[in-house]
Structures are given as structure tokens and as C-alpha cells.
């Protein structure tokens, strides 16, 4: 195995999108920021050295951090932020890991502008399980906002503002056609005739599900968050934020130029769709017919639930997985929207985002230190493994359960103990997909279902045998989702919707995972370079 540095300079710079220069926190003076390449097994080193105004961090979304949760990255969670003018190098291994990951600022809401891809490759010498694509390329979904740096981030500070959409999505940092200035910011992805692709598709967007489609060409989904599926055929993708989503595409067509669309998948649609990205897919040498817009892919209606369950359907691993047959631990968790009192805001009340009608405090210290270090009093060790208040989640609001308890409150999880996790919506002030990340673990997705879960008859239905495993699972509007995962990762490890408006509204928790007997089993020591609190 190697050694992979790189080095992140993070800086402000101006960028100019839509007609519209505004200053944003890059890395490298990149937007997106840089790839970076390994191979399975291989050593990462990146050293992050913050330039910026604001203090930052980066996590490495979907890399499971094997008791090195120090290299993790969600701030206050495994570590203090990098201050101005410091460097942290994240030093951690992707043993048993290869696909598409990604990396970005886990801070504020940072992330809309400082992220980029990690593209791990299988072992020298071994091949996909799946056709040779030729060539390879990573599209990142993202979006764009013309207001101020200052303005995005004045949200993420958790007033329960409303919400600040972005004007345009962005592929690998471009609009498209769509917008002003198509001629500087359109992504052009140019093919040869008769070749194979193999896109790896990242939604890095801040607060959108999204589809994906390329006029004229179906692609065969063989990965999704860096563990391989049943190759299957399909004219569009869905991908929800933090996803990875690995296509081949054959450029097999009348050589010319088709549109790629990136759009919103929302259960309530916006009257006037003012923010698809468009790249282009082209063939190379050819010209776009004069006068003529090259044709748009057909994409499911923005609202099209039934389309996405059917997609979802179709996720099963490649391979028969060893999903923990037995569960020592089960656990239930409901999803909801609710207000709290705040003296402080204008309104004097504030929208709070809650699991099991807990709204989750961010700590001062990091609680993976607080933990480490035997510091009392940062966090209680009491997340209920059910809701306190049952209620018919899914039926008839309940204005009881609109305000939450408050608290930094954690899941402690047994050293490799097996662990069910149903995560349930319910319409508390708005049903929404929320799409759920576990950090230190993928996960297998058991089932999922519509309404209220059913602890008698829905397990019955579960897949045992071949679900999807992944880092990220998108929770239905309005009804469930079931994983499970062994807790084999000891640390700190933060539960959240990745829709970065809910993290911020406090729609998060973390689990605590003892260390186990064995060598091998506890919490590595911390890095002598980990920022100060
Ligand atoms: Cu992709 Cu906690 O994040």
C-alpha cells in the first residue's frame, strides 16, 4: 500500500457564476475542490492548512475511520475546528474500502463551496467486477448561491431563518445553458464514439435530492457509497445529498451533443423549476447542429415518489452480504420538524429540527476528547432508544409533540454489538425525505416502507440476503427505513440529516461506542497536531 499526500490550502477567492463574482472558501483555489486518488488498502495523508476567516474542518464522508475517528472531521463532534492560520493533517487508511467517497467542510455550512471527490481504486491488478469502462470522471452535483458568503452562512447559525435557497445547481461547479454566462460555466464532458464511461456521480448539494439523466443514453448503475450492486439499466438516477452513485455510460449514439440534467427530486415541487443544471455530453469533433439545442434528457416529474421507491427497489449488493442476522440492540428513532421558544429571536421562536423529540446541542469541547480524556459533563450518555411520547407518526398532527427537549444527549452502543436502527418520519410541521448519514460505518439497508412502521409484521419482510450497504440512506416522505450495522468502530460517531438546513435546526445525535476487550479494539491515541478547543 502507499502513501497518498496531498496538501489543502483553504483561502477565500472570488469566483464568478451566473455573470456574478462573490468571494467563497475554496481549497487550492479550486471550486470544486481537488480529487483525491488512492487505491484500496492505501495510506492518506492531507495536510489542511485554513487560510480562511472562519475556523473549518473536513471530514471524509463515507471513509469509516477504524478507531481513528480523530481524522473523522464533523466539528465539536471528533475534533475542535482548525483555527485561522493553523494546519491539521488528516492521517487515516481505506483499508476495505474502494469506489467514490468524498470529502467536505463539516462546519457551518461551508461545505456549499469547499468539497471535491475521493476516487479509491481497487488493488493494483484488480479488475472491476463490472465491464472495463475506457475512461473515467467525476461529475459533482452541487449549488450555487448569488448572495453573499455571510448571508448562506448567517442560516447555518441555527435561528431557524427561512430557508435560503441557492440560485442554480452546479455540475462539477457549472450551471449550464440555463443561466447567464453559459459560455464560461458549462461542463463539457467529451466523448469517443464507442467508448465506455464510468461516471462517479457525488450529490454535494447543501438541501436537494436530485436526478440525474443524459439525453439519449441509459446508464447501468454498478456502485452506490463505494460498495458495489447488482449492475441495472435506467434512464435516471437518484441521488440523495451525501450519496455516491457509479454509472457506465457507452457512448453508442448519433454522434453530437445531448444535454445532462441535474434537478430536484421534491415531494413539493416548486411552482416554476429555476435551478436544473445542465452540462453537456459531446461527442468528440462534432458540433452542435447550428441553431438547434441539443436535446434534453426525459426526467421523472419533480414530485414523482413512485419513481424513486422503484429505483430504490433495484439497490441490492452485488454479492450475498453478512448482515447481522440477530440484533442485540434495537432502536427507533422519529424524524421531526418542531418550534422552541427563543427570547433571543425576532419572532421569539425558532424552528428545531429533533430525533425522538430531542434537539441536539452542539458541545463547546469535542466529545470524541471529552470521551478520550474522561471529561465529564459535555455530554449525557441517555439518548432514549424509543421515542417518549408515542403518537400516531404519520396520522394527524399532534401540537403536543411540536416542541422538543434540548440536550447533547448520545447513543452508547456496546462494542461490537449488532444494532437495528429504524429511523420513522412523521408530520410533525412537515413530512420531507430526509437522507440519514451514520460516520465510522456503512450500514445495510433492511427495508423501508410507507406509514407508520410496524414492529410485528414489517421485520418479517426484511432483506437479509442482499440490501444495499451504505453510508447514507434517504428516509421516505412519510414513512421508514430500517438498517442495521454491527458497532464494530469504536469513537464518537455523528448521526445526521445530510439536508445541511436540518443539521443546522438540530436534526442530529452521535453515538458512543465502546472500546472492546481486544488489542485492537479501543479508540487510537489522538494525533499530537489535533487542534486545541
Ligand atoms: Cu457528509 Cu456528517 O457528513
Avoid at 472558501?25 to 479550486?30: A, H
Avoid at 448519433?254 to 455530453?281: C, E, Q, W
Avoid at 416542541?403 to 420513522?424: C, H, K, P
Wanted: proline residues 9%; hydrophobic residues 40%.
Amino acid at each position: 500500500a502507499a502513501i497518498k499526500k496531498y496538501q489543502f490550502d483553504v483561502a477565500v477567492s472570488n469566483v464568478s457564476r451566473l455573470c456574478h463574482a462573490k468571494p467563497i472558501v475554496v481549497v487550492n483555489g479550486r471550486f470544486p475542490g481537488p480529487t483525491i486518488y488512492a487505491r484500496e488498502g492505501d495510506r492518506i495523508i492531507v495536510n489542511v492548512t485554513n487560510h480562511a476567516q472562519y475556523n473549518m474542518t473536513i471530514h471524509w464522508h463515507g471513509v469509516k475511520q477504524l478507531r481513528n475517528g480523530w481524522a473523522d472531521g464533523p466539528a465539536y463532534i471528533t475534533q475542535c475546528p482548525i483555527q485561522t492560520g493553523s494546519t491539521y493533517a488528516y492521517d487515516f487508511n481505506v483499508t476495505g474500502q474502494r469506489g467514490t467517497l468524498w470529502w467536505h467542510a463539516h462546519i457551518l455550512w461551508l461545505r456549499a463551496t469547499v468539497h471535491g471527490a475521493i476516487v479509491i481504486m481497487p488493488p493494483a491488478g484488480v479488475p472491476y467486477p463490472f465491464p472495463q469502462p475506457d475512461q473515467e470522471a467525476e461529475l459533482i452535483l452541487g449549488e450555487w448561491w448569488n448572495a453573499d458568503v455571510e448571508v448562506i452562512e448567517r442560516q447555518g447559525n441555527g435561528l431557524g431563518l427561512p430557508p435560503n435557497t441557492s440560485d442554480a445547481h452546479t455540475i462539477n461547479g457549472k450551471p449550464g445553458p440555463l443561466f447567464p454566462c453559459p459560455e464560461k460555466h458549462t461542463y463539457v464532458l467529451e466523448v469517443d464514439h464507442s467508448k465506455t464511461y464510468l461516471l462517479r456521480i457525488i450529490n454535494a448539494a447543501l438541501n436537494d435530492d436530485l436526478f440525474f439523466a443524459i439525453a439519449g443514453h441509459n446508464m447501468m448503475v454498478v456502485e452506490i457509497d463505494a460498495t458495489y450492486v447488482k449492475p441495472f439499466s435506467t434512464a435516471t438516477v437518484v441521488v440523495a445529498p451525501g450519496q455516491t452513485t457509479n454509472v457506465l455510460v457507452r457512448a453508442d449514439q448519433p454522434p453530437g451533443h445531448y444535454f445532462i440534467a441535474a434537478r430536484s427530486f421534491m415531494d413539493v415541487p416548486l411552482p416554476v423549476d429555476n435551478k436544473t443544471a445542465i452540462a453537456v455530453f459531446q461527442y468528440k469533433g462534432t458540433a452542435a447542429a447550428a441553431g438547434t439545442i441539443p436535446a434534453m434528457p426525459r426526467l421523472p416529474a419533480p414530485n414523482d415518489t413512485t419513481f424513486v421507491a422503484d429505483f430504490q427497489d433495484k439497490l441490492r449488493s452485488l454479492k450475498p452480504v453478512n448482515v447481522p442476522a440477530s440484533v442485540d440492540r434495537r432502536l427507533f428513532y422519529t424524524i421531526g420538524m418542531g418550534v422552541n421558544p427563543c427570547p433571543t429571536c425576532a419572532n421569539k421562536t425558532r424552528l428545531v429540527g429533533s430525533l425522538n423529540n430531542i434537539t441536539f446541542v452542539m458541545p463547546e469541547v469535542a466529545l470524541l476528547q471529552a470521551h478520550y480524556n474522561h471529561v465529564r459533563g459535555v455530554y449525557r450518555l441517555d439518548f432514549p432508544d424509543r421515542p417518549t411520547k408515542a403518537f400516531n407518526y404519520t396520522g394527524a398532527p399532534l401540537t403536543a409533540n411540536l416542541g422538543t427537549s434540548q440536550g447533547t444527549r448520545l447513543g452508547r452502543l456496546a462494542f461490537n454489538s449488532t444494532v437495528e436502527l429504524v429511523l420513522q418520519d412523521t408530520n410533525l410541521l412537515m413530512v420531507e425525505s430526509h437522507p440519514f448519514h451514520l460516520h465510522g460505518y456503512n450500514f445495510f439497508v433492511v427495508g423501508r416502507g410507507i406509514g407508520n412502521f410496524d414492529p410485528a409484521n414489517d421485520p418479517a419482510q426484511f432483506n437479509l440476503i442482499d440490501p444495499p450497504e451504505r453510508n447514507t440512506v434517504a428516509v421516505p416522505t412519510g414513512g421508514w427505513t430500517a438498517i442495521r450495522f454491527r458497532a464494530n468502530n469504536p469513537g464518537v460517531w455523528f448521526v445526521h440529516c445530510h439536508l445541511e438546513v436540518h443539521t443546522t435546526w438540530g436534526l442530529k445525535m452521535a453515538f458512543l461506542v465502546e472500546d472492546g476487550d481486544g488489542p485492537d479494539e479501543s479508540v487510537l491515541p489522538p494525533p499530537t497536531d489535533l487542534p486545541p478547543c
